[in-house]
T-cell receptor
Framework: EPEVTQTPSHQVTQMGQEVILRCVPISNHLYFYWYRQILGQKVEFLVSFYNNEISEKSEIFDDQFSVERPDGSNFTLKIRSTKLEDSAMYFC???????????FGEGSWLTVV | GQNIDQPTEMTATEGAIVQINCTYQTSGFNGLFWYQQHAGEAPTFLSYNVLDGLEEKGRFSSFLSRSKGYSYLLLKELQMKDSASYLCALGRSGAGSYQLTFGKGTKLSVIP
């Protein structure tokens, strides 16, 4: 069964460092997303991406965040200067043409120290 | 804005049936989704409702009443592996994407 894959599964970084989280969405999907979940809290929407541009973003997705689809398969989330409060599980997700069913990757656990 | 309420925790017995409720207040949405999330893992899609009524999918069923702002997830023949958090989410489409707003989830513990 096709799945969304993410790397790394876990990353520890120092405050102020840049981090890039990588994702390979399901191959025939058109819509790509990043969500995050701080430990013990609910899953929160960060950004959606369609047709090579951001279609929506939340208040969380400020100027320190950026997304990119550098080639035909990868979808990345960059955090320019990490803060302690960025520590969370980051989920990549994708959906097909109808956009209705969103499939999540296994997540990248980011710890900022 | 969207406000989604679910019970924080529930406990049920193996082999039994459990109903997890979700109420919401929102200005509009396209579909209501249910996801399962085991601790430390990704949310896994279970079911969604666009129209009012019951959607059945094996041991899982989901119900939606838009007029009452209410949904539930029904799990039958509970198994130990069903111990997980169950997330209610409202889906809204717009600007070429589909955005999910999640509730805090209901942690279900299945006991022998």
């Amino acid at each position: 069964e096709p799945e969304v894959t993410q790397t790394p599964s876990h990353q520890v970084t120092q405050m102020g460092q840049e981090v890039i989280l990588r994702c390979v969405p399901i191959s025939n999907h058109l819509y790509f997303y990043w969500y995050r979940q701080i430990l013990g809290q609910k899953v929160e929407f960060l950004v959606s991406f369609y047709n090579n541009e951001i279609s929506e973003k939340s208040e969380i997705f400020d100027d320190q965040f950026s997304v990119e689809r550098p080639d035909g398969s990868n979808f990345t989330l960059k955090i320019r200067s990490t803060k302690l409060e960025d520590s969370a599980m980051y989920f990549c997700a994708s959906s097909g043409g109808d956009g209705n069913t969103i499939y999540f990757g296994e997540g990248s656990w980011l710890t900022v120290v | 804005g969207q406000n989604i309420d679910q019970p924080t925790e529930m406990t049920a017995t193996e082999g039994a049936i459990v109903q997890i409720n979700c109420t919401y207040q929102t200005s509009g949405f396209n579909g209501l989704f249910w996801y399962q999330q085991h601790a430390g893992e990704a949310p896994t899609f279970l079911s969604y409702n666009v129209l009012d009524g019951l959607e059945e999918k094996g041991r899982f069923s989901s119900f939606l009443s838009r007029s009452k702002g209410y949904s539930y997830l029904l799990l039958k023949e509970l198994q130990m592996k069903d111990s997980a958090s169950y997330l209610c989410a409202l889906g809204r489409s717009g600007a070429g994407s589909y955005q999910l707003t999640f509730g805090k989830g209901t942690k279900l513990s299945v006991i022998p």
